[in-house]
């Protein structure tokens, strides 16, 4: 499937990429991007551990708009089993990144993940971390979200990472607010936490003070993490 807004969608990241700077998102050179993935691996271990999941082995989880495979190697970092992992990524090079990175028995999928061929009910999570705020057109988030939704098995949830405030700077993206996500899922329950310290703050701060700082300055925290469960 080749929509108009995932036709959009990857002019939009075309354009990002033109002009990203690499160094911005590099974990090695960029204490802020670091801080942020470890702060968000923390809160996911912690909602995972609370639902009940005391291991991640053996689990069916996938992640959409997996990228180059970096959350699907912390989730194998986290004890997830390879063969149980499934990353879905629209761009094509993007996708074979991934590939390169992660061991063959993780599948990858290229292309749109509302044509993706998952069995409904078969994943126990679902991840989708700063993908609702790439998809501006509001019918499609809608139908994304159905996609997701039928995925997850009862008992699992749908994982989701995004924008709570717009960037001024990047016309591209449109925030996903707690009410949002509320009427995305609305047979959810919904677990949720305000995290990351806002980035153009924390690249200004000395690296020992970039976690202090989250901690103090909630209301500069710019993203959200949810853990949307499906009843049993």
């Not at 802020?32 to 912690?46: D, T």
């Not at 061929?117 to 126990?124: E, G, H, V």
């Not at 098995?153 to 995004?162: F, H, K, Q």
Request: aromatic share 6%; proline share 8%.
């Amino acid at each position: 499937m080749n929509t108009p807004e995932t036709r959009a969608v990857e002019d939009r990241y075309a354009r990002r990429d033109r002009h990203a700077d690499a160094q911005r998102y590099s974990l090695y050179a960029n204490a802020a991007a670091l801080q942020a993935q470890q702060e968000r691996l923390r809160a996911l271990a912690r909602l995972w551990r609370a639902h009940g999941w005391a291991d991640l082995v053996g689990r069916p989880l996938l992640e959409v708009g997996c990228g180059s495979g970096g959350n699907l190697l912390d989730l194998l970092r986290l004890g997830a089993t390879p063969e149980q992992l499934t990353g879905i990524e629209l761009l094509p090079e993007r996708a074979r990144a991934a590939r390169t990175v992660l061991p063959e028995s993780v599948r990858i999928l290229a292309g749109d993940a509302c044509a993706a061929p998952i069995t409904d009910a078969s994943q126990q999570a679902v991840l989708a971390f700063t993908v609702f705020s790439s998809l501006l057109d509001p019918g499609y988030r809608r139908q994304f979200a159905h996609t997701l939704w039928r995925w997850v098995a009862p008992g699992g949830g749908v994982l989701v990472y995004d924008f709570v405030v717009n960037n001024p700077h990047n016309p591209d993206v449109r925030k996903l607010p707690l009410d949002e996500l509320r009427a995305l899922f609305p047979e959810a329950r919904l677990h949720s936490r305000r995290l990351t310290l806002a980035p153009p703050v924390a690249r200004r701060l000395p690296a020992r003070l970039i976690g202090p700082a989250s901690l103090l300055l909630h209301p500069l925290r710019t993203h959200r993490l949810t853990w949307a469960v499906k009843p049993r």
